[in-house]
């Protein structure tokens, strides 16, 4: 039974070499077998090196953990079924059409919020790791390297919306392979880390979420930053009624009033669609300009008060010491006139 194991964990989850069961599978299933670690953070940290890698390579593909990535995907994305709590079982009564590629591409390319069920029956509201220590982030340690994941992207999972813009400090990225050095430092750093972590239902980190900016619009900057790793054929609804319409014609059925109707509507929907599209373009290119001020307003800001606090600083030291030389002088006169004093009556009594 050890062996099966041994080889799923080598095979399907930390496939390196086809046939081979390399020493980083062997010592998570032994990790797992042994003292009871869960190899989940090890998996988690492999499919997110493996993603990362994918995403820069652009032309790579993952090996590991696909059946269990297709169910998570289909069982959000799909028609929804209800009454199910296993996502396996949601997948095979959805009986799903099989997609190409490309049609996987713009099918995902072109899912919006309705489209996705958040938070499917199956999965029961809990709470997420935030934090780890000083690790703003999830940082996780897997077999090939390190790697941190942002969690507030997976909150709305558990039925916390995202209500802003997220900050720099929360989007730092942590990426560390093995090959490229030694894990003396880096490792050690996240176990101990994981010993105080912080564990919450919705975020309440006050860094985390700049609320003076929507989402939307950071999505949009962070799409026009990383770049869709294939072309969008970008079918609007319009232009697919536009398309059925077209498809008719071809086919030799005759054009009633009604469809010529629907291609007016069709074409004035198109003009208000490209103004509103405009429109919002500018409005978005404002936005981040304003934002990149008020960022830029606020740094100065807090160099401004850092050095004001610096001269009253100054200034209360200036004062301390005008206070200790009064003093100072006072205490002197004070000895002076007690001196004065007895110098006159030495002098009377000479006298």
Not at 192 to 201: L, N, P, Q, T
Not at 247 to 260: H, L, N
């Amino acid at each position: 039974m050890d062996v099966f194991a041994l080889a799923l964990f080598g095979i399907m989850l930390f496939p390196k070499t086809e046939r081979f069961v390399d020493n980083a599978a062997i010592s998570v299933y032994i990790a797992y077998r042994t003292r009871h670690e869960s190899p989940v953070t090890a998996i988690l940290a492999y499919t997110y090196l493996a993603l990362n890698s994918c995403n820069q390579k652009r032309k790579t593909r993952m090996t590991c953990c696909l059946p269990t990535l297709f169910v998570w995907l289909a069982s959000r994305f799909e028609k929804r079924v209800f009454g199910i709590k296993c996502p396996v079982e949601s997948v095979k009564q959805q009986r799903l059409e099989v997609k190409s590629k490309d049609e996987w591409s713009q099918y995902m390319a072109r899912l919006t919020q309705e489209k996705i069920e958040w938070q499917p029956a199956w999965q029961q509201r809990s709470q997420l790791v935030y934090q780890c220590a000083k690790f703003l982030n999830v940082s996780l340690i897997g077999t090939k390297g390190c790697i941190n994941y942002n969690p507030i992207l997976a909150q709305m999972q558990f039925g916390y919306p995202i209500t802003g813009a997220l900050t720099s400090y929360v989007v730092e990225p942590l990426l560390f392979l093995y090959k490229d050095g030694s894990t003396d430092e880096i490792v050690p750093r996240i176990r101990r880390a994981w010993e105080k972590r912080v564990i919450m239902g919705k975020d309440t980190r006050p860094y985390a979420i700049n609320t003076d900016m929507q989402y939307q619009y950071w999505l949009a900057d962070r799409v026009e930053t990383v770049k869709l790793p294939f072309k969008l054929n970008s079918l609007t609804l319009l232009e697919e009624k536009e398309e059925t319409l077209s498809r008719k014609e071809s086919e030799g059925e005759e054009e009633s009033e009604k469809i010529r109707q629907l291609k007016k509507e069709i074409e004035e929907l198109k003009g208000e669609n490209t103004r509103i599209t405009k429109k919002l373009k500018q409005e978005r290119k404002h936005t981040r300009k304003v934002y990149r001020d008020l960022e830029d307003a606020n740094t100065e800001l807090s160099k401004r008060n850092y050095e004001i606090d610096e001269a009253l600083s100054i200034v209360s030291k200036w004062i301390a010491m005008y206070d200790e030389s009064r003093r100072e002088n006072t205490e002197v006169l004070e000895k002076f006139h007690d001196l004065q004093g007895r110098i006159n009556d030495m002098e009377r009594s000479v006298e």
